[in-house]
């Protein structure tokens, strides 16, 4: 492998020092809610690392229903079942993070993931498969 | 799943959208007890009633966002300190929980600022069950 080759491949994450936490609770009426955090660049106040959890209310606990995070240098996504487990085969890698702007764009697959395929993550978490 | 759910989750994209801007980001800077910056996508008719149970369980300031012609109007919505005297203030505002959001955005536009309001109990009426004359020793 060239050493370009080599570079081009080399994934990334930020200096957890260098990152400001912003929390945030999106409420869904009757759905659910999305808790997530965006770690910010403490310069540029870039998005440089994510989490964004799909939850559903159940038995008056807070269920984990789906989640996209930046763990391990990539976008990954988790299904998870009404029992709490993760669904096998739930883990799909949507990309890896190569450099700050692979997380803006993870973040965009990542949300829209969530919110577009919110009914079939429930139903999905409800089945358990 | 209903065409509201439908509606309110493509609210919901629109703020995570936003919420990438450091503009709209500062916008919010109010946290709840836990540090989470709280937002409720919305839609024009809901009731105000479920933004009050929503302020209450938060215990903190919260964000109402709905979807209007030029984007995005955001709306906080904060637990108002209580008043120094017994008097309340004049400028208090009663709304019913079935009031839609709609309109409080319509009226804080042509205000032009901060509104302190409570939620107005509906009526209430009372009578003695059994009417008789008062007694006198």
């Given at each position: 492998?060239?050493?370009?080759?080599?570079?081009?491949?080399?994934?990334?994450?930020?200096?957890?020092?260098?990152?400001?936490?912003?929390?945030?609770?999106?409420?869904?009426d009757?759905?659910?809610?999305?808790?997530?955090?965006?770690?910010?660049?403490?310069?540029?106040?870039r998005?440089?690392?994510?989490?964004?959890?799909?939850?559903?209310?159940?038995?008056?606990?807070?269920?984990d229903?789906?989640?996209?995070?930046?763990?391990?240098?990539?976008?990954?996504?988790?299904?998870?079942?009404?029992?709490?487990?993760?669904?096998?085969?739930?883990?799909?890698?949507?990309?890896?993070?190569?450099?700050?702007?692979?997380?803006?764009?993870?973040?965009?697959?990542?949300?829209?993931?969530l919110?577009?395929?919110?009914?079939?993550?429930?139903?999905?978490?409800?089945?358990?498969? | 799943?209903?065409?509201?759910?439908?509606?309110?989750?493509?609210?919901?994209?629109?703020?995570?959208?936003?919420?990438?801007?450091?503009?709209?980001?500062?916008?919010?800077?109010?946290?709840?007890?836990?540090?989470?910056?709280?937002?409720?996508?919305?839609?024009?008719?809901?009731?105000?009633?479920?933004?009050?149970?929503?302020?209450?369980?938060?215990?903190?300031?919260?964000?109402?966002?709905?979807?209007?012609?030029?984007?995005?109007?955001?709306?906080?919505?904060?637990?108002?300190r209580?008043?120094?005297?017994?008097?309340?203030?004049?400028?208090?505002?009663?709304?019913?929980?079935?009031?839609?959001?709609?309109?409080?955005i319509?009226?804080?536009?042509?205000?032009?600022?901060?509104?302190?309001?409570?939620?107005?109990?509906?009526?209430?009426?009372?009578?003695?069950?059994?009417?008789?004359?008062?007694?006198f020793?």
């Amino acid at each position: 492998m060239s050493l370009a080759e080599q570079d081009n491949d080399a994934r990334w994450s930020p200096d957890p020092d260098s990152v400001d936490d912003w929390p945030v609770l999106v409420l869904l009426d009757g759905l659910g809610r999305i808790k997530g955090r965006q770690g910010l660049d403490k310069e540029t106040g870039r998005l440089a690392e994510f989490a964004l959890v799909a939850q559903v209310e159940y038995q008056g606990l807070w269920h984990d229903v789906a989640l996209v995070d930046t763990c391990h240098e990539e976008v990954h996504l988790h299904l998870y079942a009404k029992d709490g487990r993760e669904i096998k085969d739930g883990r799909t890698v949507l990309l890896p993070v190569r450099n700050m702007s692979d997380v803006g764009r993870g973040y965009d697959t990542a949300e829209k993931l969530l919110i577009v395929e919110w009914e079939a993550h429930v139903r999905r978490w409800e089945r358990g498969r | 799943m209903d065409d509201r759910s439908r509606m309110r989750l493509a609210v919901a994209h629109e703020v995570l959208q936003a919420l990438r801007r450091g503009d709209f980001r500062s916008e919010l800077g109010e946290t709840i007890r836990s540090g989470e910056h709280v937002i409720v996508p919305a839609l024009p008719d809901d009731p105000m009633g479920g933004f009050f149970d929503k302020l209450r369980a938060a215990d903190g300031t919260i964000y109402i966002a709905m979807r209007e012609e030029n984007g995005l109007t955001v709306l906080s919505m904060s637990p108002a300190r209580p008043p120094r005297h017994a008097v309340p203030p004049p400028d208090e505002c009663p709304i019913h929980r079935d009031t839609q959001l709609q309109m409080i955005i319509g009226y804080l536009r042509a205000t032009r600022g901060p509104l302190t309001c409570y939620e107005a109990s509906p009526g209430v009426m009372v009578e003695l069950v059994d009417d008789r004359p008062p007694v006198f020793a």
